[in-house]
Each structure stands twice: as C-alpha cells, then as structure tokens.
C-alpha cells in the first residue's frame, strides 16, 4: 500500500528501466518467498549481543522470534516480510503488527 513498483518508472525513463532490469540489481530487494529467502530457516542461531534467533518456516511464510540465553523469549514471533542481498550474502527484513517501520535481523545468511 502506497508503494510505487518499478513499473511506474518505465514510461519516463525507459533507458533506465531497462538497464536496471538486465542487472542483478532488479532482484536484490524482494518479497520473502520460499523462492527469495536462501537461508534454511531451521533452529536457532548462535547468541549474539545477548539474544539467540528461533529460525521458524511455515509453509511459503518465515518468521524469528528472539531468545534470551535461557531460551525465553524476548520478542513476540516476528514476519519475515522482505529480503535484501547480493551474489555472496543475504539479510532479512521483519515486520510487526502495527508497526509502520521494518526492523532488520542482525544476522546475515
């Protein structure tokens, strides 16, 4: 909602729709697909700055949840909504219910 896609760039400017589009570029920011998303998403991750990641998948839908050394949680299970990465890595993006701004896991795959 509220978001301009690349689409709407094309009449304007399409030299530069069409450069971009023939890069690695195009694909570097995307939805959070069982297509997009390279990491496993399975157990959880080594403890950094005091908090361990719970790694959920369910179905096509991705999800973190934080962990205090006990294994608590710390953080509601937060929706893994949108990917950005290169060739070598990949980070992830969560959204909370309600919350306007993503937040980014601390971690990169």
């Not at 509220?2 to 400017?13: I, K, Q, T, V």
């Not at 962990?67 to 509601?76: M, R, W």
């Amino acid at each position: 909602e509220g978001y301009a896609g690349s689409e709407s760039c094309r009449e304007c400017h399409p030299r530069n729709h069409s450069t971009w589009w023939a890069s690695y570029h195009r694909r570097m920011t995307q939805v959070a697909t069982p297509d997009a998303v390279l990491a496993p998403f399975q157990g959880t991750t080594p403890m950094l700055e005091g908090v361990a990641w719970k790694l959920i998948r369910d179905r096509d839908e991705f999800r973190v949840q934080g962990l205090d050394p006990a294994g608590k949680p710390v953080t509601s299970e937060l929706r893994i909504v949108m990917t950005t990465g290169s060739h070598h890595y990949q980070i992830y993006w969560f959204g909370g219910k309600g919350q306007p701004e993503l937040g980014q896991l601390p971690l990169v795959w």
